[in-house]
């Protein structure tokens, strides 16, 4: 394999990253990848030499390929069985694949979550309220600072309008509170969370809950999950202590992941969920449980 292979090759895990980001599955970002890297190798040599920045081109098809899987998606998601949610993924997965800025070296709060190395849950949901354009626009030039030049390509539109997409993702993701909270304050909320909850008080978690609380569960017709969005502390809490009544073999491990903090539980030796929170003002304002076992193999 002579050098421009090998860079062509190492520029899979970055790829995937950032096809995670458009299409909020690994499943979907692997499918556009490997689309992406079939298009690439059924090239002659000489269009291949003709190409003066491969990684640039596999990033433009890559991205062509997600913004073309995002407009099916809607119509998929359409018919998905309950609630879609994004698939969580361990914090350190796509690390090593990214080029952006170290979070801690930024002091815009949003900034810190879109340039972070690890990919937020809370991130991914706002981002699934944008228009595929929008999202594509987003997440290059916001998340991999690629030029407006280069995403007007993508989009088959002018860089200014490029420019004006960038800008309407990401008033999407400032008019969002969840988004913003610094990572201490969130794990800070988490583990109160966890203890209040380990104390099988209703009191206890109603403290540390948002009266307007929503819980979001994604079973996708395979297992058992809530079809519908529980609201209200009371509800919530109440629904979760049913859960685990009913499930008292499920153990709960804390992890990390781009949010921070998180639940992965665990039955007879399987995983079966993994659940992320969100927090406003100090308190849990979201909690976005995943059981759909297509979404967990990551985790495994």
Do not use: C
């Not at 090759?9 to 970002?29: I, P, Q, W």
């Not at 960038?166 to 988004?179: K, N, P």
């Not at 406003?280 to 967990?296: D, E, F, M, Q, T």
């Amino acid at each position: 394999m002579d050098d421009a292979q090998h860079d062509v090759h190492d520029e899979r895990r970055r790829l995937l990253s950032m096809a995670y980001r458009m299409t909020g599955t690994v499943a979907d970002a692997e499918d556009v990848v490997h689309d992406a890297f079939t298009r690439w190798y059924r090239l002659t040599d000489a269009e291949r030499s003709g190409i003066r920045n491969p990684a640039a081109w596999l990033t433009t098809v890559a991205s062509r390929v997600a913004l073309d899987l995002l407009t099916s998606a809607r119509r998929r998601r359409e018919q998905y069985v309950g609630q879609w949610l994004p698939e969580p993924v361990p914090l350190e997965l796509f690390v090593a694949g990214s080029r952006v800025a170290p979070a801690s070296d930024l002091d815009d709060p949003l900034d810190r979550v879109a340039r972070a190395d690890a990919v937020a849950t809370a991130l991914l949901v706002v981002m699934e309220a944008m228009t595929p354009a929008e999202r594509v626009a987003f997440v290059l030039h916001d998340v991999f600072d690629v030029p407006f030049a280069d995403i007007a390509e993508v989009l088959g539109r002018s860089p200014a309008a490029a420019r004006q997409l960038a800008a309407s993702a990401r008033r999407h993701v400032q008019q969002d509170r969840a988004v913003d909270v610094s990572r201490g304050e969130h794990d800070r909320v988490v583990r109160a969370f966890h203890e209040a909850s380990g104390r099988g008080s209703i009191h206890d978690l109603l403290r540390v809950l948002a009266p307007d609380v929503e819980l979001h569960s994604d079973g996708g017709g395979v297992v058992n999950a809530a079809r519908n969005v529980v609201t209200g502390a009371d509800n919530v809490a109440r629904f979760l202590f049913g859960i685990a009544a009913k499930r008292p073999a499920m153990q709960v491990e804390i992890v990390e992941t781009g949010d921070g903090l998180a639940f992965l539980f665990r039955e007879h030796g399987g995983i079966v969920a993994v659940v992320n929170l969100g927090v406003v003002a100090g308190a849990v304002a979201r909690l976005w449980i995943v059981l759909n076992p297509g979404k967990l193999t990551t985790w495994r």
